[in-house]
């Protein structure tokens, strides 16, 4: 199951970095990654702590 698990957040960091966008950056407060689209939770740690950075 984690070959899949990996794959799909591979997949996912893969389409955010594709997407990136004019309605600017995210970030998790909690683990500093950074989205290109707005989450209720960060897809990497789970927090609900996402900001806007632009």
Do not use: N
């Not at 998790?28 to 990497?44: N, Q, V």
Request: charged fraction near 35%.
């Amino acid at each position: 199951m984690s070959l899949f698990r990996d794959l799909g957040k591979k997949a996912e960091k893969f389409k955010q970095q594709v997407a990136a966008s004019t309605e600017g950056t995210y970030e998790c407060d909690d683990c500093g990654a950074e989205m290109h689209t707005e989450y209720e939770e960060c897809p990497e740690c789970g927090s609900e702590a996402i900001r806007r950075t632009e």
